[in-house]
């Protein structure tokens, strides 16, 4: 039996079983770095000096101040502490204790680590890593609906339908992927789900009628809990200042209010992360200008009901 066989009909509803909140990785590897850039700036040391007196090499330096050239490294915990012996921080100081915290947080296993999900795709690795542990996640979708709301049917054709040099054979990887991120991001009740749906994303049928119509179905159970807020912008919406999202994008927050909030962007091919700080906070008053352009959430859930309902009638009349 597979995994996705264990799922009923393949769809994971959002409840509120209890889990515990863990630190989000790439959140607290970037806290290690700058906290190893501002101690080697301030005692004085290049990446060559720092590295010969800690046996730590320059590159292994540079990737970890630097984790965004890599953010599903892990850090070395030996390595850090060498680094932290170099720099003269004292075991069993707070800084000590604090700086280690971050990077033993880092390096913890993570979900994906697991070999049933080790062909998810690199996509959803970057997004996995920045949903971990996040308390709110606004996302927004403009002509297909995103990973944490698909059905399995839904996934597996949209997988099947991506061509390129290596067509996707066998979906069931990345479909379990998708389910399981579901589970980890929203699915245990901790964050708070805000999404926001152009029309188009309702209407059209890039899947067959049975699956879309499960799929409405199946997006209409996730809103009425109180964890999952969906929003529909009309075609004809008028957005304050005219500015409208040229991509998909998810920007996420997390418990720890020192933990800075990412942004990723879907460009087709990759994900890409926004860590600026100016940047992530224009993309969150973006997601807020979109939620008011929006249908509300009951008038959303009554349009993509009666999406639902037409397609209904057009399958059983098909």
């Known amino acids: 039996m597979s995994t996705l066989d264990a799922v009923p009909n393949g769809i994971i509803r959002f409840g509120k079983e209890a889990a515990r909140v863990t630190p989000n990785p790439l959140a607290r590897t970037r806290r290690l770095g700058a906290a190893l850039l501002a101690l080697r700036t301030e005692r004085g040391y290049s990446h060559a000096e720092l590295s010969r007196k800690s046996g730590v090499s320059a ?60 062909r998810m795709g690199d996509g959803q690795r970057t997004y996995a890593l920045v949903e971990a542990g996040a308390s709110t996640i606004r996302e927004y979708a403009g002509l297909l609906l995103p990973g944490l709301v698909q059905t399995a049917a ?3 054709h949209r997988v099947l339908a991506v061509t390129g040099d290596t067509p996707v054979t066998d979906p069931d990887p990345i479909v379990r992927g998708r389910l399981e991120r579901q589970r980890q991001a929203v699915g245990a009740g901790l964050a708070r789900y805000q999404l926001v749906l152009e ?53 996420m927050t997390y418990p720890d209010m020192d933990d800075p909030p990412i942004v990723v962007v879907d460009n087709v091919t990759k994900a890409l992360l926004i860590t600026d700080s100016a940047d992530v906070s224009g993309y969150a008053q973006l997601h807020q200008r ?11 859930a009554a349009y993509i009901r009666e999406s639902a309902a037409e397609l209904a009638a057009a399958t059983r009349e098909g």
């Open 59 to 118: 590159s292994v330096i540079s990737r970890t101040e630097n984790p965004l050239g890599d953010p599903g490294r892990k850090p070395g915990l030996l390595s850090v502490r060498r680094l932290l012996d170099a720099l003269d921080v004292s075991r069993g100081s707070r800084e000590w204790t604090i700086i280690e915290g971050y990077a033993e947080d880092a390096a913890n296993s993570r979900w994906w680590d697991a070999a049933t999900y080790t």
């Open 199 to 251: 029309e188009q994303a309702i209407r059209r049928r890039p899947v067959p009628g049975d699956v879309m119509l499960e799929q409405l179905r199946h997006l209409l159970a996730l809103m009425d809990g109180d964890a999952v807020s969906v929003r529909v912008v009309p075609v004809d919406a008028q957005l304050t200042a005219g500015f409208a999202p040229r991509a998909p994008y998810a920007h």
């Open 290 to 300: 979109l939620r008011e352009a929006a249908l509300s959430d009951a008038d959303s």
């Open 154 to 156: 839904y996934a597996r």
